[in-house]
């Protein structure tokens, strides 16, 4: 059997004292899974982290989300597939959604963590697929009351047509090394 999925990873080797909920539904064991999609909550020293699951395109699976701990790390997964192992064709793999938001915030933020949970549950997320003219673009949009997050790109060739924080285009660093003046590397545009 395999799995198509994405991880979220929490590494665990010093301090595991997390509170993780899917959706409101606390996780007490490291073999939760849950049928559909929901928010994951993990709430850790001070502070608290939530994420927010864009659109998964379903190839076949038995459940969407699961928690497990392995190799020293908490795993919060989001299925596309789980199967037989069988070949996906090029545009079937470009073409599968998957993804999240995520929102970090203080635990002095809220006056507790239903607030927090209040305040997540606020923002508004569109996440969708368009065709036109032979051209596929997927574009995902994220508001609450502090931020407004824009991305639409081309699954097809990955190129981003639009890429703004709060209306103000984002800057596109080709490379980022530290110590490094990135303007004075050669074959760098």
Known sequence: MISIFLHIMIPCHFYDDFTIMIGDEKVTKYSY????????????????????????????????????????????????YQGENRNFGLRETLLTTAGFITI?????????????VSYVNNGIITDYVEKQEGATSRKITYKNKEIELNFMYSPMTEGVFVNTVDKKPKDLVILEVDGLDNEKIPFIT
């Not at 929901?38 to 001070?46: G, L, P, R, S």
């Open 33 to 80: 899974t849950s049928s559909s999609f929901n928010i994951a909550y993990v709430v850790v020293n001070k502070s608290y982290f939530a994420f927010r699951p864009l659109s998964f395109t379903n190839h076949g699976r038995d459940y969407a989300m699961s928690v497990e701990k392995k190799n020293n790390h908490i795993m919060i997964n989001m299925y596309n």
């Open 104 to 116: 970090c915030k203080e635990k002095t933020d809220f006056n507790n963590f239903s607030d927090f």
